[in-house]
Every structure is written in structure tokens, then in C-alpha cells.
């Protein structure tokens, strides 16, 4: 679960990106007394992510409204699943309708699309794990969204651990340095408490890694054949991540290979909003229209 | 373009969640003084869109680098196109590196997708539009993607103009009131500057909407010869749009209908963003490796 | 009413500005315990805006603090009306009475002015409208007077509708293009949803900005006279706004002309606060004075 | 002349408030090459306050916007006077404009409001200061202002000095505590660097304000004898300041009572916006017209 | 006591710094239905300060936790005392602790060390005042804390109250000037409700200073004979405040010099974090172990 | 070195703090034109930390002042030694000064005492490392300052690494689970880059957390002996870090027992700001005094 002070920020941010100065149409046609149930549908099956988000942003708008989830995140569902239940003022449920739509849209279908990876290495010892490639500003939410569906995340930014990657490696051994040496002295100006990830391109590159102390190797765009070498060479002295030329088509095969950790950017920067509709019913409050003063 | 304040708050705000206490990679692996060059490489054709954005990301971080544009926004390109060029301090270039391509990759694949559905119309009267349907947080820059990819907005929030939808008809008309007569009230209390759409689901609704005074009427999932019927129908009083069940299979029949817009929430929901890479050559600038002090 | 989390924003902001490291006098001279009553008094006539705004001044430096509304937003008052009444801690009323003052006065004021502008129209056809002419951060506030005085809003900002000015039309017809088709090819450009209100100086603009395709003409610094023509050559056309040369000596026969709006930039730019007054009863909590401790 | 950060602070939110997503206006009509030249023109007689910040709303819109000032805050000037030049490209100096003005017009008012005031004043020895009964917000430009136009500046906010009024001597003196003592008691509980100011509504509660030690004796509503009266009976042991019934017509009088302090709050409740132009000639920058691209 | 939304502030920020993305630790190994209750116990004498402060770092993290305060603002306390107690949901009680001891200690700290000062000069006439030699971002705290020592505050800002120091009188009467006029002339540009402390390094400046009107003087650095040759020299007309060369050792004697502040910059600048723990006693809500779930 | 974003966001909030509106002193009486050389001077020996934070106090509040610095961070220092020149506008200096010398005091006391328990352990191979008790607010500053002082960082934040300690291993161990298998499946539930840090009281833990795969093992408040014992029996298969009754008396004997890691708190929470001043010559750039209008 995302922590409720964070939660908050991003809705409130999309709240007011998506209505700066209110509702012109609900303030124009809907009585203010007006009340509505709505009901969060799915449209097609998935796995729901983000029903707190989903419920901050009704919240946000009128804390009068009341919204029972009826699946909790995690939770796979098929077409026509009722996920959550509205209730409260008309006008703010449906000032509140897109934005809260839009973020459990786009989480759950994170949270999809993860959970069809996941599946796809079920049995075997890999797990599935994001990248840094998501939404900017939406991380935190995309990364509850990886783990509803059952995948793990990976570092969570630049601050957080080390990945030294092709060009990182290339500086390192400037001038002829010894790869080892030198992420041995790397690992020495480290914070104790931080993970060295070291990214190869070719299996030649592992002694001198493992040398040096890396806690992750990863294989970036290794063959199949290379990952089962890699693997072995490895031995359990770190922990192995596969990258690059993941898909649904390739994963199963990578993960039988017996590596730890897959990383897939797909999960994030390609995930597609799932499509969850809100159905509303509303009961105008009183039998008089909107009054007939100006609206803004 | 996007205004330049708009872009520095979203482009600071990525950078603070990729980085939030600074690159520990880059300040443990790579010399202050190395400098770099660096490449955005097209790895799939597309249409450009944000290279102002991705060239924030590097100046934000430190504003000795410089980003020279081999492209403009709105520029179709082929693979290994080189859309921009990146030189200075290789650590800050490395630290912006994923916020920059996360950025000018979305962007860029909401422009080449909406560059699809624009050639999809072409020759027709239409016009492709986006909706709210966007990435909280970011729809400046995907209604920004949107024109570059050759389509234009429709509102930009619920503040700036008036949709009346199948709920809000609905009070409207509660009680047995007249519709036409209960737009024309709504008229009434409106700014005289805000446009009223009207969404219908039905052509017998027609009338009503068009005595009502509606600027737009939107036709919602409608078959293909209802939209013709609504076309000739509403004769020009009215502007057109046609939404639902629009995908590039069925677009350019929808615009042969006649229909003035036509509005694609996949344009923002559903953009896979597209693939750009930062090809990275870095010179150290001394013979020196990073110098024997701690990381943080 | 305006959103709530734009009034607390505001409100807010203005008890920062007004205390910023609290309230010396109360701190140093009422006892923590003191409690107080007090009315808001209207020390002159006038129409109430922003009672939302004025509780929530107290409502955020101490929610114990509660404050009943005796009239709401758009009553006209006599002197000595009370409008609302406050009870709790008596710190928190001395502190927070300066900016609930400071807002409801400054909004009261502009729906008092604009009431007596809409009175004098009474019977037209013609509504009364505001410009962009606000105090810098409190648009929203006095957009929203303007309506309690049964005013109505004109556009809220650049960013909602296109109003083409004199310095537009004469870039628009630089080279010699014809006007006409210039506004044409820009409404083109335009988002559908997007308002066109051209602005003109001389009858003799008219027939092209017909032709042009605007949405609102405004007739700016017409005499009497020319403004009658005009709104015969347009005769329904396009909505027709008066601007300029508009006291509560002339509005009366400017609105019998026939114009449909009249705009008005002294109901913000020059209204004068209302005076209204907190009259205080405090009655301590206890015999005992202010503890004899340090005060900030 | 108020602190650059602070400045940037106000404006920066005025221009969001007036342009959230940009300038429709000048996006859709100017070409993004024209340039302009515009002049500040005065267009009725007043004192100039705020020309920083005028500039500030063309800079922040664009930096290659120049604003050349002509005249000094605190300068006098008549009709037609030329108080600024701004030259640079047209779609930004158009879309600052508005801000811009609205600032440099509410704190000229206010200048030229205060001026009238200290110029009545003139010969004696009272100074003209201003209250905090200014604009939420804007507070430290309206104070610059009064000082623009000669005044001085009351206590900034509730926590730089202490004021105690009817409400807090009340309390003070509840169940019959001596006020001499009980402000004694309160100057003791105060920093040794705050101003102890107290409000008097009659001549008979003199002896024991200053017997408790007040820096500065508000007489509230005093009439002109009372006045008089109390300057004599206080005799310099505190500062003498006159609050009250003070107008145009009345401050002379009530200056030459010999009180060293009259405060205003006229001058920034009821300042009118003083009338000042924007007199732009554009310059297109090329022969084309607006590129025919879709705008926002 | 600190303004609520101040605290609020401070405490937000610092939860942010300290859990940028949650409590990694709490969600992996805590279930989310276990509870606790935990004890503020002093592990050092000391004296309260802050206990809002920690109070407000719990709630922000989760509302359910309830703090109850055993002791107030103030109260001294010996080794062992418990002084709060905790009780709610374990996860945010172990996330907030680090952020609720971190201000409470240092607050206490300030507390402690000025209650030492305090008692040094104990039946002196003294006040033990502090400096703006405070932690950057947490003087109101501190502000707070030498209050809840029993000192007093001395100015809060550069913007409430003057102090012209060695630099400034090099100024005032460059070229030759008369000090006493130049204070004069300078005390006339200053709000009435200003403060005006001069800092005079020798005996022989008292004479101008005086005749310019200071409010207060400080004796910078002065030996205790000079320091009683100086109050006696000043006699009650000002003030007198002695700084520089303080401590525990030489306070008691600075104090019965006769003068009326003292002002210590070791009160917040080298004050040590006093030593409070917080003890845990964890009840897991249920049998089960944390659900096997992925952490963040 | 800290992210100047990090820097200019700190600093900011700190100037906004000590001067919130302006600097009353300064603005009074030091003439608009003056400019003065300043120097950062040593007044007693230490280790520099922060030097560009110090700039930036001065940057922030007038760009034309410049400051060169004339030692690095983490450059030893002794009592006398200049650090740094700044030279400018002679208002700004005087405003800048005090948040300037309050963040590079603080920095550098930590430092300095960093770098006595850096040599107190010096040939040993046991690292000093910071803990979370920071200043709030500060952390990015104190952290670079231990670093400036030899020292090396520990986890940032609750975010960023795991460390279980007794309340975490008493939940795991709940209900008679084993630990080391309870630790496992924990392992299972992080992200493979997080660190496990295990907090252990009795050398009988070792075992368990051993096999539960601790990446670091902390030994709290053990003897001598037992860190010695302890040490042997992870015997490299874990990080050993000792906590608890470090001192500098006591450090190098727990270093001299082979742990790897020695955590302080004591370097950030109880450092004292070292004493640092700034020694200005003033030069008036003219012979006129402060102009004599208004101060605000």
C-alpha cells in the first residue's frame, strides 16, 4: 500500500490539473442537493490496483462522499466485476469520476499485465521486476501496482542502489584498469548498507565482476544459451538478472534458464489502461432544478 | 510548445523522484571532471514530440550541459534517425538520461500514434482529438504530444467548457421537464464565453439538443449510418463530433460519415512510448579515477 | 461556491502573511483558556460574498472554533445586520478576525457593486460581466463576488477562451490579408470547444468579423448610437458585449441598446471593501489571568 | 523595494492564475517570431509604485523580454507620461500584459492614495502609516507602496509587535486587576525587543497606559479636543497615534492635534486601481502569417 | 506553543526526508494488524519541550495512533521518567519514531540547557534571551524550546526589529558623521513599532548611542567592570543587553552586573540532543506472520 | 557534494525564515550602493563542510555578490585560517551572513568531529558511519559533512535499506516461528536490492541470522569481548557493525576487534557548531548616507 500522505499529493495534483477552477458543467446542471450511487465496473477482466487512490480522489473532492471498495488490490476480476460502490453528492462524484478512473486505470492495467508475466514463470525461481522506465510522477503508484500483480520492484531510483552499467564499466577501466580492482575500490567508497548491481554484455566479463564483489550481475541481451553459461558461472556468488529482449513470448524460456530476476520496462512504460467504467446512477436530491443563479 | 514554467515544475518534479538524494552510481563510479557525448537514437520510426522537455531534464541538472536539437517536434523520423545531440559533465548527463527518454518517449509515442490516426482521416473533413483521458500530472505535455502528432485538443479540464453527458441529461430532465427548454436555462446560467457540448445516444434526441442550443453534439457509439443520419440531421447548426468504438481500423469510416471531430481516448490511455535510446560516449577527463573519498 | 480546497489555499496562505510566526498580542495578553462570542456586524449596506471563505479563516487557526452563517452568499444586508456568528477559544478568534475581515469585506464589496450595476440593467436583456481585471490571486474569489451580486463570470483566463484584440487583428491583417479569412484559418486552429471573441473598434469591421466566424463581438468604446447600429448589423449573429466608457451613470442606456453583455472591469479593479466588523465578547475561562511564562 | 524572491513568488502565481496552461490567445493569432514594442503610459496623473514587479511579469513570461524603466517608484507623474518601454517577442509581452498591470495599477493606486494623504499632512509633524487592512496576498507590495507614496509602515503582522485593544484590555482587567499592573506584568512576558502599542478609547484610561509602560497610545476615535487633549497629557512618554474617522478631508486637522502617528486603512482597503496602458505597436517578425499547426 | 500548522509543516517534511517511499522495514516485517504501545522515558534529567511536536509525527503518519502526554511543555524530569505514552498501529508507531525523537530531543536539549542559564541567574533581574543562531528550518521550534526553559526570545528575524552592529555604525558615520544624528535621522526612516538595539563595543560610544535614541544597547564583549560602569552609565534609559563570552561559568556574574538581558547564541547553536528513548512493546494483532506478499 | 537543487531548496527556506520580509537593519541603514569584502575566517581548527551551501546564501539573496572559496570541503583547517572571500553589495552580505555561517558552522562541527573519530580508528579497518538521528531537514547537509569528515554514510532512510532490530525480530519470532527461517522468507518479500541489516543484543542470535541471510549484523551494546567473539564467528559472511556506548574514548578499542562498521549517532545529533565568523570591511560606494525615505 502506498503511504496516504503520497497517495494524497499526486491526487490532489491530479485534481486540480484536471478541474483548476471546479466543474463548470456539474455546477451548471446539477443540483447541489443532488445525491448519486456509482459503481466502479469492469469492462474487461484484469487485476485491480490502486483502489485507495481510486477512493482519495472522490474523498478529496467531497469528503462527504463514501466509497466501499468491494475488491481489494491484488485481486483479479472478470468482465462486469463491480470493484467498488460510490456514494454521496452527485456533483462531486462526478467532478471526482476521471481522475479517479484515469489513476485505477492505468494501475490496474500495470497491475495486469504483471500479473501475465508473473504467470508465465509460475514453477519456475524467477522474479518478475520493474524498472526505473515509469510515468513521471506516478512511480510509487506504478510500483504498488508491479507488486498487485504479484511482481517484486527493483531499485527505486538513482538514490537507492548502484547499477553500473556499459558506460559506468568503460570509465571504470580507463586507461587499462583491472575491472576487479576497480570495483573493489568502488565498493569501498559505497555505503555499507548499498547494493553493487553490475551489468555485462559478455559472459568473458563475469570473473572479473564476481572478482569485484557485485551482489546482482545482470545479463543484458544475453541468448538463452548465454543466460544457462551465465548462470552456471555464477553458481550462487550473486544474485542473476535478465534483461532486455523480454516479452510474454520470450520470458518463460528466459526464466527456465535459472535466473533470480527478470526486469522488464514493459510492465511500466507500455502497460495499457485497463478499461474500467463508472456507472452512475443519480437521484436529484429535490424536485427543483439547479437554481436559476449564475454559475461560474 | 509548452510554457516553459510548466515544463522546469514537471521536469524537476521527475528528476526529484528519480534522484532524490543524488545519482550514487555516478558519484561513485564516475570522475567529476569526465565529460560525455551522447546521442537520442530512434530505434523505431515515429514523430517527435517534447525535445524541449528532454533537453529540461539535462539543463535542470546541471545547466552546463548542452542539448543541441537535430529535430523538431512534429518531425517524423526513421530508425537511427539522431534526433538530438547531448555534451558536458557525463554525470549529470547520466543522471538525467532516464528522466529525459521517459519523457520524450511517451510524448512521442502519443505524437506517432496520433500521426496514425490523422493519415488514417486525411482528405476528410475531421479532426482527431484527444480527451481527459491523459496521465495524471502530465496532460500539458500530452495535449502538447497530441498537436505534434498532427490532431488538436478538445477542452483541457473540466473548468474550460461544458460536456453534458447521459448523467447529466438525466437530471436535467428529471420530472418530465423539456430538455430544450432546460439547455436553454443551462445557457443561461453559463459565461457567454463557455462552448456547450452535448453528448446523445440516440438520433430522436437530436432535436431537442439543437433547440437547446448546443454548440457540439457528441455522438456516442453510434453506427455508422447514424452518424451519417445525425450529420445531415443536424445540417451544420451544430458542430459534430463522433466518439466510441474508435480505433484505427475504424476511423478513417467514421470521418467519411461527415463528422467534424473525432475524439480518441486511446490517443493518451493507451500510447506504448516509443523506443528512444541516449548513446553514450564518455571521455574521462583525466587520467584519474574517481578520487579515493566516500559516496554518499 | 468556489472549491474548497482553493479557499483553504487562499485562506491559508493569507494567515501565513498575516501571522507568520503567531499572534504576539493574543500569546502575550488572553489566557489559553479565554473563550469569546462574536458577531459579524455589516457596519453599512451591502451584499454578502465569502462566508465560506470568512469561517474558514477560523476554522484553520483553531477547528475548535465555529462559526454559523445568519446569511448566505448573495443576501443584500442593511446596517447593523449580523451575518454570522463566531464562538470558541478566544485566541484563535483575535488571530484569525484580521484576514476573515480582510476577505469577506473586499468580497462583499464587489458583489455590492455589482449588484447596483445588474439593478441598473434591470429589465434589459443585457448581463453584467466581469474582466480579467482581478486582484492577482484572488480571481477566483471575486469571479465568484461578481456572481453573489448576480453578476455573471467572462472568460477565467488566457488559457480558456481567445479574445482577439486590437494588437492581434493587426498582426492577423499584417501584408494585407483579408480579415475574414484570417480569423477563419485561426479558427481552424482552434480547439472546437474554444470561444472566439473579437474585439472592434469601428462598425465597418463587422461584416468581415462575421464573415470571420466569431462566437462574441465586442463593441469596444462605442457611442450610444454606433452601438445600436451594431447591434442591428449583427442582429443575432454573434452574442454582442459592450465594453469600455461603462459607470453606473451610462451601463442603464448602454444595456438598452440591445447588447447582450456588458463588461465591466471596476467591479474588481476599483470596489471598495465593505465595512463589516467582528464585534468581540470575550469571556475567560477562568479568574486566572495569563500565565506568568515567556510569550514568543 | 520589496525582496526579488518574494516578488518572483507573487507574480509567478498571478501569471498561473491568468495563463494555467498558456495564452490560447496569442498561441492561435501571433506568429512565434513577431516582436513588439510596447509603452507603459500613464493615463491619468499619480505616483508610480511597482515598476519591478511590472517587469517581473515580462521576464518570467520570457526572459528576452527587456522592460526599460523610465521612471522610478516614488516618482509623481502626469497624464501621458511614458513610465516604461518593453521590447521583445509579442506572444509573451501579450500575455503578460495583463498581470503586469494589474499589479503596477493596484500598487500606483495605493501610492498616489498615500501621497494625497502625506501631502496633507505636510508641515506637521505626523507620518501616515497604513494598517493591516490590505489585499490577502499582496501585502508586502502594498506596503512598498505606501512607502512609494511617502507613508511608513505599521507592524508587518500579528507576530513583530504587540497591539492591544478594547478586546484585550477587557481580559486584562477582568475581575478588577489594576491595568497599570496587568501591563506591567503582560511588558514582562514580551521580548525585550517587541513594541508595546495600546488602544485608548477614552482620556481617562491615559495614566494607566503609561503607567504600564506603552511604547505607543492608539486614541481611537478620539474627537479633535480629545486629541489635543491626550498629545498634552502624554507629553512624549509615548508614541501618540491616531486611528479613526481619518479621511482626506479630515487628516489635516487631526495631524495638527500634534499627534505623531495617523494610521490608514483606506489607503490599501480602498485604494482604486490607478489607470494605466499598455500602448503596444507590433512588429511582425516575418511576412508569414501563424504556421497553419493546430494550437492549443 | 507553536503555531499547528507550523508543527504540521516541519513534521511533514521531516517524515518525507525520513521515509521517502514508506518504511521498507515495518511493510516487510510488521504485519499491518499488529499493534503496540510504546513510552517516551527520559534517559537523562532534562525538561520538556516539544511534546506536540512528537505527538504530531505519529498522528501524521497514521491518525489511529493516540499520544498521550504524561508530562508538559516545560516540566523538568529525572532519569526514567516516562513522559508520553503510544498506543496504535506498530507499523507507523516504528515508522514515526526516529522523526518524533529527533525533534523532541533536540527541543528538549534547548529546554534543558537554557533551564540551566535560567537558574544561574536566578534572583539576578537578568533575562536569559536567545539568538538567530539557530538550526536553519527550526527556529519556531527552538524559538519554543528556550520559552520551555524558562528564557525569553529575542528578535525572530532579520525583519522584526533592529540591530546595528560594528558594520552598521561604520556606515552611519562614514565621511565623519555624527553617530547620534545619524541614529536620529535613521530612527525616523523606521516604523514607528520597530525596535532599535545598537551594539556598541566601547564605553565611550554610550553617550551618542543614547542621544540616537536606542532601545536597547548591547554590550558586546564587555569585561564585568565595563559592563557595570555601563549599566550605571545608562541609568534606565535604555535597555541593556550583554552578549558575547557566556557561559555557564560566567553568567551568574554577568547577571548581577545589573543588566537587564543576556543573550546566548550556546542556547540553539551548540545545544546536545538530549537522550529520550522510546520503548516498544509490540502485540501482533494476530497469529499470523506478515502475509507473503511482495514488500515495496 | 549535495545537489544544488537539494542546496538552493535548503537555503532558500532558510533565508525566507531569518528574513521574511527583508532585512529591516540592513534596508535602514546601510546605503543602497555600498559594497563590502567579507572573509570567512576560522576561529578555531576544524574540518570545512559546506562551502558552497555558504555560497549559496549569498547567491540567493543578490546574484552580484560573489563568493571564492579558498579551501575545499573536507580540508582540514586551523584557528585563523580565511575559507573564503566574498565580495559585493554590502546589503546583501549583511543579509546573507547569518544563514550562510549557521549551515557551513553546523557542517563543519560535524565534520571536525567526525574526522577525530576517523582518526581515533585510523589503521584499523573499521569504517565511522552516520545513523538517521539528523537534524530534521538537514539530512542531505550532515551527511555530506560527515562525509567531508571521513566518515561514510549509513542507509538514508527508512526507505532505502532494512534493518530489523529487537521490536522487528520479536514480531518475527512470534508465536515460537524460527528465525533464521522467518528472516528467509522475509529475504523473499524485499526487493534483491535491498540490504538486510540485523540488529542482535546476545552473541546467540548469531547463528539464526546467519542462516537467515543478513547482509550486515549489528552488534548493540556488546562488550569488548563479546564484539570480538562475535566478529570470529561471522567470520566475513556478514558486514559487522557495532552501535551503542561508542565514544571517542572507547572507539578505537571497538575498532581494534575487527568489526567492520562503527555507527555514531553522536556526529549529527550532538555536534557543536564550530566557530566560524565573517569579518566585513565595509567600503560606501558614496558619500551620501541612506537616501531618507521610508524603511519598511
Known amino acids: ?163 553500473a552499467k556499459d558506460n559506468h564499466l568503460a570509465v571504470l577501466t580507463a586507461g587499462g584498469r583491472d575491472l576487479a580492482t576497480a570495483l573493489r575500490e568502488a565498493r569501498e567508497r559505497m555505503p555499507h548498507t548499498a547494493h553493487l548491481e553490475v551489468e555485462v554484455d559478455r559472459l568473458d566479463q563475469l570473473d572479473a565482476v564476481l572478482a569485484g564483489g557485485a551482489d546482482t550481475i545482470m545479463l543484458d541481451n544475453f541468448s538463452l544459451d548465454d543466460l544457462r553459461t551465465g548462470v552456471q558461472g555464477i553458481a550462487g556468488r550473486a544474485v542473476v538478472e535478465a534483461s532486455g529482449g523480454v516479452s510474454l513470448d520470450t520470458v518463460a524460456a528466459i526464466a527456465a534458464t535459472g535466473v533470480d530476476v527478470i526486469s522488464v520496462g514493459a510492465l511500466t512504460h507500455s502497460a495499457r489502461a485497463l478499461d474500467l467504467g463508472l456507472d452512475v446512477v443519480i437521484s436529484a436530491g429535490s424536485d427543483a432544478p439547479v437554481a436559476p443563479g449564475a454559475a461560474p
Open 1 to 163: 500500500m502506498t503511504d496516504h500522505r503520497e497517495i494524497d499529493r499526486i491526487v490532489t495534483a491530479a485534481l486540480d490539473e484536471d478541474a483548476p477552477w471546479g466543474d463548470l458543467t456539474s455546477e451548471t446542471l446539477i443540483p447541489e442537493d443532488a445525491t448519486a450511487t456509482a459503481e466502479l465496473v469492469a469492462r474487461e477482466p484484469g487485476v485491480l490496483s490502486g483502489i485507495d487512490v481510486f477512493a482519495a480522489a472522490f474523498r478529496l473532492v467531497d469528503p462527504r462522499i463514501v466509497v466501499e471498495a468491494l475488491a481489494a488490490d491484488g485481486d483479479p476480476f472478470d468482465v462486469g466485476a463491480v470493484l467498488a460502490r460510490v456514494h454521496g453528492p452527485a456533483r462531486g462524484i462526478l467532478t471526482a469520476e476521471r481522475v479517479g478512473l484515469n489513476l485505477v486505470q492505468r494501475m490496474s492495467g500495470v497491475a495486469a499485465l504483471t500479473a501475465r508475466y508473473v504467470a508465465a514463470v509460475a514453477g519456475s525461481g524467477a522474479r518478475i521486476v520493474d524498472t526505473r522506465k515509469t510515468t513521471p510522477g506516478l512511480r510509487s503508484l506504478e510500483r504498488q501496482a508491479v507488486r498487485d500483480g504479484g511482481g517484486r520492484n527493483h531499485r527505486r531510483s538513482l538514490s537507492d542502489a548502484i547499477m
